[in-house]
C-alpha cells in the first residue's frame, strides 16, 4: 500500500510540474524578440562545378536508447525524426586538362574526356526536417524539465548519412554525366561542331 502511495504522490508532482511549465512556456502575452546579429560574408569563392543532377529523398530515422536493466517506461527514450533533403550531382570541370578535348578542325568534330561525376554532401530542408515523435521514460522526463533541450544533432547526422546511401544507389552521377554531355552537345553544335563518342575520363 505505501508504494502504491508513493506512486500516485510522485506522478501528482509530474503532473503540477509540467502543467506549471506548459502555463510558462504558452501563457498568453508573451512574445518573441529576435536579438540574433546579421550575417557576416567570410570567404567568397569562385564556382567551377556543372551540377546537373539532383535528387530530392525523404528518411525516418528511428533512434532508441535503451538503460540495462530499467523499464522504459522509467528510463530510455525512443526518437522518429523526419528529414527531407536533397542531394546534387555534379561534373567538377577544375580537374579537365587541355588533353582532355580532342578536336578535329578537318571533320569539325570535338570529343571530351569527363571526369567522374561526384555527390554532393545531402541538403537537408529545416523548414520539412522535424522529431516526430518522441516517447521517454520518466526519469528522462523529470530531467528534461529541469535540463537544456533535446540535441537534436544526432538526427541530423544519421539522416544525412541515411540520405546520402540513397543517392550512391539512385545513380544519380549516371545521370549528371549524360545531362552533361547533352549539354556540351548543343554548345558544340552551336559552334559548328559535331561531338563524337566520348571517352570517359
Given at each position: ?19 506549471v ?10 512574445n ?64 579537365l ?5 580532342t578536336?578535329?578542325?578537318e ?11 561526384q555527390l ?6 529545416n ?16 530531467a ?5 533541450p533535446?540535441?537534436q ?13 540513397a543517392?550512391q544507389?539512385?545513380n ?12 556540351l ?17
Amino acid at each position: 500500500m505505501r508504494k502504491k502511495w508513493v506512486w500516485v504522490a510522485s506522478a501528482a508532482v509530474v503532473v503540477v510540474v509540467l502543467g506549471v511549465v506548459g502555463w510558462v512556456r504558452f501563457a498568453p502575452g508573451t512574445n518573441t524578440i529576435d536579438r540574433s546579429q546579421p550575417a557576416v560574408l567570410q570567404a567568397v569563392r569562385d564556382l567551377s562545378e556543372y551540377h546537373a543532377a539532383a535528387g530530392d529523398f525523404q528518411v525516418v530515422v528511428d533512434i532508441e536508447k535503451d538503460v540495462s536493466y530499467v523499464p522504459s517506461e522509467l528510463a530510455g527514450e525512443r526518437t522518429l525524426f523526419v528529414a527531407a533533403g536533397s542531394v546534387d550531382a555534379y561534373i567538377d570541370f577544375r580537374t579537365l586538362t587541355a588533353e582532355a578535348l580532342t578536336v578535329d578542325q578537318e571533320k569539325k568534330t570535338v570529343a571530351v574526356r569527363l571526369p567522374d561525376a561526384q555527390l554532393s554532401k545531402p541538403n537537408l530542408d529545416n523548414s520539412r526536417s522535424y522529431v516526430y515523435r518522441q516517447d521517454k521514460g520518466l526519469w528522462d522526463q523529470l530531467a528534461a524539465l529541469v535540463s537544456a533541450p533535446t540535441d537534436q544533432r544526432e538526427f541530423y547526422v544519421a539522416a544525412e548519412k541515411k540520405i546520402s546511401e540513397a543517392a550512391q544507389r539512385a545513380n544519380l552521377t549516371g545521370r549528371a554525366r549524360q545531362n552533361t554531355l547533352a549539354m556540351l552537345n548543343g554548345l558544340f553544335t552551336g559552334l559548328g561542331y559535331h561531338m563524337t563518342t566520348p571517352v570517359k575520363g
